[in-house]
């Protein structure tokens, strides 16, 4: 059933429970977070990353602080992968003044220069240009560090991958294109507006392709691994597309929009079972394989909600900004 194998001899057990546990980190925000909403709790919308968290961790575990990533709409997985402070994060979804961009920015721009997170970013496709300037400013610092754009499946039909790949295979910048292929733009499905693979879009350009399960870390940190290797070694860029699912919706709160269903619901339920489920899957596969018991996943769990829990309470408790703020970052005119 479950296809997660120990077959990979630079993957130990260790790394494998460190993902595990991060993935566990993004889950457990963003389930409160996705709670949270509903009780407007927060400011502004919140697209969750349920579901997807085997394509960020696994990549992101693979990274320093001076690699960049730079995110979509959907980024607070990316942000908390890349070791972004989730307290921090937190905050800022928050709106509060202790948030990571001062409680300025919110969900869709928690960035973190010195983590090498450039940013969440709300326009569909918008960090691909951000991440191109990252990955050339790597190779002109000659440092060996890698840059990777994080997109879904929409965004790769905007002209500006086009323009990124040219320009990235081109100067053999050190870039990583991750596409997060999870079916779905906003209500729609990728087959209706997608043409042929979007893994192949890599091939005219002569850049190397992978294409991954993308709940399954140990496929995704294998693709990984070469991809950054190759950035690394000034081999230039690479193409991965993960395939997953978004198992929430496009945004929290759309149910109060939306006028038609547009999934059924028994595939959404399909995602979530322990042969699909990225999170449910590496547990079975340490149980299966006595590397942890149920009662070693419950510890997990419970600390890992307890670090969850204290971030709310740190987001909650923490002042709003200060109005005399409001012009503070802004360009003098
Ligand atoms: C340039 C631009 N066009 C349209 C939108 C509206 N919009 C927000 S998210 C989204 C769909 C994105 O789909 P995908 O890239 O697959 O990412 P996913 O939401 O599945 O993670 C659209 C069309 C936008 N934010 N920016
Ligand atoms: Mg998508």
């Given amino acids: 059933m479950m296809s997660i194998k120990n077959y990979v001899n630079n993957l130990s057990d260790e790394d494998l429970k460190r993902i595990y546990k ?16 509903k009780n407007g709790a927060f400011p502004g919308a919140v697209h969750l990353y ?10 992101c575990d693979q990274l320093n602080d001076s690699d960049w990533i730079s995110s979509t709409h ?10 972004g402070d989730v307290k ?10 202790t948030g990571i961009c001062g409680g300025k920015g919110g969900s869709m721009h928690v960035a973190d220069f010195k983590k090498g997170i450039i ?19 790597s190779k002109m610092d000659g440092n060996g560090a890698v840059s990777i754009i994080f997109f879904g499946d929409g965004a790769a039909n905007q002209g500006v ?12 910048l ?3 294109f991750m596409c997060e292929n999870n079916q779905y733009s906003e209500f729609t499905h990728t087959s209706e507006v997608t043409s042929g693979k979007i893994v192949d879009r890599a091939e005219p350009f002569g850049i190397p392709k992978y294409e991954v399960d993308g709940n399954n870390a140990v496929d995704v940190w294998q693709a990984a691994y070469q991809a950054v290797q190759r950035g690394r070694n000034d081999e230039g860029p690479s193409f991965i597309e993960a395939h997953t699912y978004r198992q929430r919706g496009h945004v929290e709160f759309e149910y109060t929009f939306l006028s038609r269903t547009y999934r059924d619901q028994n595939e959404v339920e399909l995602w979530k ?20 018991s149920g009662d070693d996943i419950e510890k997990i769990q419970k600390e890992v909600q307890d670090e969850v829990d204290d971030a709310v309470k740190f987001a909650i408790e923490s002042p709003e900004p200060d109005i005399t703020s409001a012009m503070e970052h802004m360009i003098e005119r």
Wanted: hydrophobic residues 45%; aromatic residues 6%.
């Fill in 74 to 83: 959907r980024g607070h997985g990316h942000f908390i992968a890349k070791g």
């Fill in 273 to 292: 079972t322990n042969d699909k489920d990225p999170i449910l899957r590496l547990e079975s596969y340490f149980i299966e394989h006595n590397k942890y």
């Fill in 22 to 37: 991060k993935m566990l980190m993004i889950r457990k925000c963003e389930e409160h977070l996705g709670e949270a909403t």
């Fill in 119 to 137: 940013g969440a970013n709300g326009v569909v496709a918008g960090g691909m240009g951000l991440a191109v300037g990252a990955a050339l400013a």
């Fill in 161 to 172: 991958l086009m323009e990124a790949m040219n320009i990235c295979s081109l100067w053999n």
């Fill in 50 to 59: 349920i579901g997807q968290e085997a394509i960020a961790v696994p990549l």
């Fill in 88 to 97: 921090k994060m937190m905050a800022e979804i928050y709106g509060k003044s």
């Fill in 174 to 176: 050190p870039m990583i």
